[in-house]
Every structure is written in C-alpha cells, then in structure tokens.
C-alpha cells in the first residue's frame, strides 16, 4: 500500500508530512518560490511512485456562498450546480457544491453551499509539478471542509458551534451547523504575543456571531452560540482568562495536546500547532467532499481502477481454485458413490433389459 504524504498548503510555505499509525512527520519544506517549486517538483518526482498525496490548503483566499437551487436530480443537477459555480467563479478547477438540505415548506428546493479559492492562481505551480510528475492526488481539502470532522472526532455534539484554532497560517474560526461546514474565516496574528492571540479569539469570535446574525445563518433569537477554543497548551491559562461568556457566546477552552492524542495524534513535530491535527484527522478520516477535479485526481483514479481489477483477479483467482481444490479422496468417492437419483435410473434401465430378454426368450 502506497504511503499518505500529506502536503499542508499556506501563502508562506508547502510542508510535506508522513503520517503512519498517529505519528506525523515532517518530511521537506518549500518556499514559495522559484527554487521553492522546483525543489517540490525533484521531490514529487522521487515519491510519486510510492505515495498518494492529500493536500490540505490554508489560506485566507476561500469563499462561501449559499443559495437555493429547485429540486433537480441526475444530469440536470450536476449541469445546474456547474453553470452556478461557473457563474460565481472564474476558475472552477478548485470549486465544489456542498448540499445542505431540502428547504422546508411546500417549496421544492435544495439549499446548497457553493465554495472555491478565489486565487487559484498561487495552487497552479505545485499543482503542475504534480501532474507532470504523475502524482496520485487523492483530493485537495481545506481545513473548513475537515472542522466538522475535527470536531467529531473531539467528541463535540452540538448542532451549531464555531471552531476556532491557531496553526501556522494564522488564526481560523470556522462555523459548523449540523455537522456541515457553512463559513470559515482566516485571520492574521502576531505568533510574537501569545496575549493579543488569545484575546483575538474572544473579539473575533463575537464578530462572526455578529455577521452570521446579519447574514440571517443565525437566527436572532438564537441561544448563546458554542465556540470551541482549541487552545495551544502552554498559554491556555491566557485563553481561560480572555474567553469569558457572554449573552451570546458561550466558551469551551480546550488543551490542544490533550484533545490530539485523545483524537489518537500520538506524535507531531515540536512547531506544530492546530494543522497537526487537521492532518491527522484527514489521514484516518473518510472525507467525502473536496475541491480536486478528474484532471488534477487522473493518475490517482487509475491507480484505483488498477487496484479494483488485481482484488478482483484475485478474488476470481481464489474462487477457481476453492472450485477446484477438492481432495483426490473426495473425488473418488464421488465416482464411487453415485447420487441416488443415478442408481435409481440404472437400475431401472437394466430391468427393463431383463424384461425384454425374458420376452423374447418366450417368444422363441
């Protein structure tokens, strides 16, 4: 089985992380830059035999847009949804529609959340090394498409909640409802002041309540809405002091370390922070969704097919010789005993024999 090279997307950096059985490791690290991209290429190029690659992209440019479609089914619904993200976006190699529900009442409509990178520009010079080096991309993922999966696997059960983590690429908060993603926010932080980061997660978090209320997401009459802090944890003492309730936030502070290694995170590097995490989570995860389109999967998608006809050849394989493989003592006895069915109609067909001959004896 080919090994799961995670490669964590930022506008800084690209990192590439083995992960095996919980233990996460950071392999290379590439500037984005000329050198950067072609060192990633010589990379690629040395393990794209033996790899499947999942990226994980982190940055601010990641769009979110709602709207209801009628209800349609088959061909109709996959041109429908493609014309509405052609309509929304320039570049739709990186777009992909999530369903959100059938819209209640006697409407017959479909809510669906639309979402893309509105910069597709700066995934091209990694995503060309791929394709030119045959990489099999399994899919391109976001950590808004795998917060509700993260808090899952936390064991968070409320309905609605807004997950808010710190990693490499700055502070993220993400809205969840009803294990689905619906908004998520990227912000810049000073890694320098740990202070002004936990005090960031309180401001920021009341804002997003705010604009999810203008945006009608939440009701107005709404109870107090969960945030989930994903607190790094050597300042979580910071992040108790500065997430204090509110009439309409209402704080969960978590040790970062502790919820990773419960989530079976049992080894990451010493820099990482909340990507640590979502990395895990995507290598052990089923995530359905993803932005990746049939050209960028090519070589991933026949890789699979390849695999599905040698399970199904052995399969075929082991069936012919289970078919086969009966004991030379089996067989004889077979021959030896026929089924009652054949006695009965040998012995009949040599009565009748006995009886001709007798008649015939009669009539001479």
């Given amino acids: 089985m080919p090994d799961k090279l995670l490669l964590y997307f930022t506008s800084q950096r690209v990192a590439a992380y ?56 088959g061909g109709d619904r996959r041109m429908l949804l493609a014309r509405k993200l052609a309509q929304r976006y320039r570049d739709t ?77 700055g502070l993220r908060q993400s809205f969840v409802e009803n294990a689905g993603i619906r908004f998520s926010r990227l912000g810049r932080v000073d890694f320098d002041d740990p202070r002004s980061i936990a005090n960031s997660c309180a401001e920021e978090s009341a804002r997003i309540q705010q604009y999810l209320t203008n945006m009608r997401v939440l009701p107005r009459a709404a109870p107090p809405l969960d945030v989930v802090v994903l607190a790094p944890s050597e300042y979580r003492a910071l992040y108790d002091a500065a997430c204090i309730d509110t009439a309409r936030l209402h704080f969960h502070v978590l040790d970062l370390d502790q919820v990773a290694r419960r989530a079976g995170l049992t080894s990451a590097p010493e820099e990482t922070l909340a990507e640590g995490l979502f990395l895990h989570v995507l290598a052990t995860a089923r995530v359905r969704d993803q932005f990746a389109d049939n050209n960028l999967r090519r070589f991933y998608d026949l890789w699979r097919a390849r695999v599905g006809l040698i399970t199904a050849g052995v399969a075929i394989f082991s069936l012919c010789l289970a078919i086969s493989g009966k004991p030379e003592d089996d067989r004889q006895e077979l021959s030896l005993d026929p089924a009652p069915e054949l006695i009965a109609r040998r012995d009949a067909r040599r009565d009748q024999r006995s009886a001709g001959e007798f008649a015939t004896d009669r009539a001479g």
């Fill in 18 to 73: 083995r992960w095996k059985a919980g233990t996460l490791v950071l392999a290379a690290a590439f500037g984005v830059d000329a050198d950067g991209v072609a060192a990633f290429s010589r990379y690629i190029a040395a393990n794209a035999r033996n790899s499947l690659f999942y990226i994980l992209a982190d940055v601010v440019e990641e769009d979110f847009f709602q709207e209801n479609i009628p209800r349609v089914h």
């Fill in 93 to 169: 190699s990186l777009a992909l529609a999530l369903s959100l529900g059938m819209v209640s009442g006697d409407r017959r409509e479909e809510r669906v959340l639309f979402s893309s990178f509105t910069n597709t520009q700066q995934f091209e010079p990694w995503l060309a090394a791929l394709r030119a080096n045959e990489g099999r991309v399994a899919g391109v993922y976001s950590l808004a498409l795998i917060a509700p999966l993260v808090g899952k696997r936390i064991g968070f059960k409320a309905s609605r909640y807004l997950l808010v983590n710190l990693q490499q690429a």
